[in-house]
Nanobody, 122 residues
Framework: QGQPVESGGGSVQAGGSLRLSCAVSGGPISAMGWFRQAPGKEQEFVAASGWSGGTNTYYANSVKGRFFISRDNAKNTVYLQMNNLTFEDTAVYYC????????????????WGQGTQVTVSS
């Protein structure tokens, strides 16, 4: 697998929406997903999707019901639809090409993308 490449970040007002994309070149992709890091804070798990997607998806409590992860396996791409964004969602969002979920928490084992900035203004 190649390095993930993220896109779709930007600036939005609170309550708005953004969709992030993460494409990985080469080979079938396993469980992929997103982490984020806000200024002055540690990196945190956001969402992950297994190969089949659907119910095989996992979310951090802070984004459940607002963020939705999906994937297009034919394109080796994972998407993160972010709705009802708040100031607290402001962060750099990173895609990881191999996430293992343990007790609902995603752990990164794959390659990282370069990150994409999401800024939410109140």
């Amino acid at each position: 697998q190649g390095q993930p490449v993220e896109s779709g970040g930007g600036s939005v007002q609170a309550g708005g929406s953004l969709r992030l994309s993460c494409a990985v070149s080469g080979g079938p992709i396993s469980a992929m997903g997103w982490f984020r890091q806000a200024p002055g804070k540690e990196q945190e798990f956001v969402a992950a999707s297994g190969w089949s997607g659907g119910t095989n998806t996992y979310y951090a409590n802070s984004v459940k019901g607002r963020f939705f992860i999906s994937r297009d396996n034919a394109k080796n791409t994972v998407y993160l639809q972010m709705n009802n964004l708040t100031f607290e969602d402001t962060a750099v969002y990173y895609c990881n090409s191999d996430i293992r979920v343990r007790e609902g928490l995603g752990l990164p084992f794959g390659s990282w993308g370069q990150g994409t900035q999401v800024t939410v203004s109140s």
